[in-house]
């Protein structure tokens, strides 16, 4: 019922900065939350950040606490994940994912995640000199 779009990816200097969107369309209240999750090159897929539908609340990966920032724009059915400061490491496909209504989900510090069940088609993310 619902469909996800990123974009804003491409290639930054490390320290640099980048903000991706991802666009939904169909019933945009037909999940219970919605985030941003990453797979590098030959890497499992993490979780990056998560919001709550119901309340606002975010959540994050340890390693991007205090340089990521997740928002969304209900009106333009869009959120956003601001990235400062960022590192090679941040070398990714990065994609929007959303969880359906009443699905537990679950992100933790360490990146490790589960219950999200529509994915966009990613956005690459190059951090390099």
């Known amino acids: 019922q619902v469909q996800l779009v990123e974009s804003g990816g491409g290639l930054v200097q490390p320290g640099g900065s980048l903000r991706l969107s991802c666009v939904a369309s169909?019933?945009?209240?037909?999940?219970?939350?919605i985030g941003w999750f990453r797979q590098a090159p030959g890497q499992e897929r993490e979780g990056v950040s998560l919001?709550?539908?119901?309340?606002?609340?975010?959540y994050y990966k340890d390693s991007v606490k205090g340089r990521f920032t997740i928002s969304r724009d209900s009106a333009k059915n869009t959120m956003y994940l601001q990235m400062n400061s960022l590192k090679p490491e941040d070398t990714a496909v990065y994609y929007c994912?959303?969880?359906?209504?009443?699905?537990?989900?679950?992100?933790?510090?360490?990146?490790?995640?589960?219950?999200?069940?529509?994915w966009g088609k990613g956005t690459l993310v190059t951090v390099s000199s």
């Open positions: 919001i709550s539908s119901s309340d606002g609340t975010t």
């Open positions: 994912a959303a969880a359906k209504p009443s699905r537990s989900w679950y992100l933790g510090p360490r990146g490790d995640f589960y219950g999200m069940d529509y």
């Open positions: 169909g019933l945009t209240s037909d999940y219970a939350a």
